[in-house]
């Protein structure tokens, strides 16, 4: 079972028992290359820094996960899991093990990569820089209110949306829409890394994912949306996406999406453009809780773009023809004053 590549100490390389759920998960996701499109939407490997002592026991010391981002396994995100504190070596050692055998692994051999990092984390931030990550976008991570409560069926229908108004799932007549708006609000350089198309968007139904949608000549828009933002092994987190410009409508459908997020067994948590000031002001009145900042930093080699040679065109001397000078050419004046 090698499918997950272990970076251990030097002196050793042994696998521990406590990676066997991974290793399955791993084994699934390299049979899944094996199967035609659209089965084969998502990758997902493991990468485990194992530290090995002759003086204790081995224990797995972070766990580096990689998801590929769309069909065309062309970017993958990175999510680092600190799991233990290293005894022989600076964690900030290991993680640029991880993530360099993260960029040379075999199975991915993409050339765009999305890492996830806390911002005042100097010592993470500055081995991404060197590592050829720059920064994309912050974020802030809002989680549900403590304690969680469903709300009761009187309070779900005083939140019932005005006329015109919709939460919709995901599917395919509402998620080329949905993908504009994300590609609205992120940079250029990050819609060229991440590389999505709308048929990535379907591979992120359920969880939560859900569209604002509004009624407008009998034709429904999107106006916002709930999309499932995979993180960690199993911890549910959303992101909410909505375009440049806001909409009122926006803060008077999303109360009832969150109550009904605080339903579900497990509440995700959410992620919120850290400058989106209407968005930060709706939660923070429906007693969701402001925690830490995310930063999402990005690393793509731009590949050279080789131009067609346009038919027609004849170099310039080929053109000058006769009109080359018979003689040398003359001395060009001098305009200093004479003396």
């Known amino acids: 079972m090698g ?22 998960q791993s084994w699934f996701s390299r049979l899944e290359q094996f199967l035609p499109d659209p089965l084969n939407a998502r990758l997902t ?17 972070s766990l580096l996960l990689m998801r590929s981002s769309n069909r065309r396994n062309s970017c993958w995100h990175l999510d680092v899991l600190t799991l233990a504190s290293p005894r022989h070596f600076s964690g900030q050692q290991g993680l640029r ?83 504009a708006l994300e590609q609205a609000s992120i940079s250029p ?48 987190r959303l992101e909410v996406l909505r375009g440049p410009a806001w909409d009122e409508r926006i803060g008077i459908g999303l109360p009832a999406a969150l109550s009904q997020l605080l339903s579900q067994q497990v509440p995700p948590t959410l992620l919120v453009a850290e400058e989106d000031h209407q968005l930060r002001s709706i939660l923070a009145s429906q007693g969701w809780q402001e925690g830490p900042l995310e930063m999402m930093l990005g690393r793509s080699i731009w590949r050279r773009v080789h131009q067609r040679s346009l038919g027609g065109l004849r170099p310039l001397e080929s053109m000058l023809g006769r009109l080359q000078p018979q003689q040398p050419p003359l001395p060009t004046p001098s305009l200093a004053p004479r003396r």
């Open 189 to 236: 350089q990050h819609r060229q890394i991440l590389d999505r198309q709308w048929c990535d968007l379907l591979d992120l139904r359920g969880g939560g994912s859900t569209v604002l949608t509004v009624e407008r000549d009998g034709s429904s828009q999107v106006i916002a949306g709930l999309i499932r933002r995979p993180w960690g092994m199993d911890s549910p």
């Open 97 to 179: 093990l991880l993530i360099q055998q993260a960029l040379n692994d075999d199975i991915a051999r993409c050339r765009s990569w999305l890492v996830r990092c806390d911002p005042t984390d100097r010592p993470q931030l500055d081995l991404l820089r060197e590592l050829g990550f720059q920064p994309l976008r912050q974020a802030r991570i809002w989680n549900p209110p403590i304690p969680v409560s469903p709300s009761p069926p009187e309070a779900q229908r005083s939140l019932q949306l005005s006329d015109g108004l919709c939460w919709n799932p995901l599917n395919q007549d509402n998620a080329r829409q949905l993908l």
């Open 3 to 24: 499918q997950i590549a272990s970076v251990s100490d030097p002196c050793s390389n042994i696998e521990n028992s406590a990676l066997q759920s991974l290793l399955v």
């Open 45 to 61: 490997r493991v990468l485990a820094l194992i530290e090995s002592s002759s003086e204790s026991a081995d224990q797995i010391e």
